[in-house]
């Protein structure tokens, strides 16, 4: 469970094949038919890609040991073969985030938005992995990848709706939607 | 206030003298004459140097508003005139630090261990930098800097020594303490 470092590298090549990509907030990304998810640090863009993102995975920001109970028996892994759609939600928020205490931040996130408890009610059916960017100086902050199975579609975009409309939203100053099937 | 790149390059060059250098938990780090501190990212060794450490600025982990506001309000800038020692002190937690949620990582920090509380007993003699490794897969997950004037020397030795005998030191795996005067 140590820190693990990814790259999302759009282009021509990858498992995963672009179906549609859509700015929520702000620039999007130039737009590739495929997207490789690869679990090293990549630094060069490949020929024929068109971007790179990175991230690494890391300790909870902001989950109680409670919470952390209740994620960790409802979550699904990823890689399972029915889940043949993904998500790649990239974020950035804005400086004023970061600038809120801790107690502020977990007040924003979970007490006012239910950002925990409203992932909570799409498990087992919504798989995730988060990768932060921040400290990298990346152009995210976060990029969320999620795995479901095409019956979950409809939960799916319920799940991204509902984020999408909290108070902690307030401070997303950019957002991409990348949506993916598995080739 | 955005996420800054540090890199701390041991050798025979640099501001800062090394007075004294000591692992305080396992492994130390090769001695050095000099520490140059540099705001930016550095992948190659220097001719000349021994290593590298590096880290990143960034928000504030366990801090709640009104802490924030008395350490805001207390603490001094670094390259004060006056502060002619600086300390390096590299840690690296253990995997079990990481893996604690949130509220129990925070219950350690402070309910137990009163480490913002211990730090504000020594503002504002001591400046410090807090820069994070953890996300970059570095060997220390913190790089702290302290500054202060000789007179605070025995202040600064006391500091250290109260937050080495907290219930949150027992999750460091490794420590180094590195002395050093300005040039």
Chains 1, 2 share one sequence.
Not at 104 to 121: C, P
Request: net charge neutral; glycine share 4%.
């Amino acid at each position: 469970m140590a820190s693990r470092f990814f790259s999302f590298v759009g282009g021509h090549d990858g498992n995963w094949r672009v179906t549609k990509m859509a700015s929520v907030i702000g620039e999007s990304l130039e737009s590739v038919d495929r997207v490789e998810v690869v679990e090293q640090r990549i630094e060069v863009l490949p020929a024929g890609a068109k971007w790179i993102l990175r991230g690494v995975t890391s300790f909870e920001r902001y989950v109680t040991s409670r919470e952390h109970q209740q994620l960790f028996s409802a979550q699904p892994p990823l890689n399972r073969a029915e889940a043949t759609c993904a998500a790649l939600i990239p974020i950035k928020k804005l400086e004023s985030w970061w600038q809120l205490s801790q107690d502020d931040r977990r007040r924003v996130f979970e007490e006012q938005s239910a950002h925990i408890a409203t992932g909570l009610k799409y498990l087992p059916a919504i798989a995730r992995r988060l990768h932060h960017g921040y400290e990298l100086g990346e152009p995210f902050d976060f990029l969320t990848w999620f795995e479901y199975a095409p019956r979950d579609s409809t939960a799916f975009e319920e799940l991204v709706a509902e984020l999408r409309r909290t108070a902690e939203w307030r401070y997303v100053s950019r957002e991409v939607d990348v949506r993916l099937e598995r080739r």
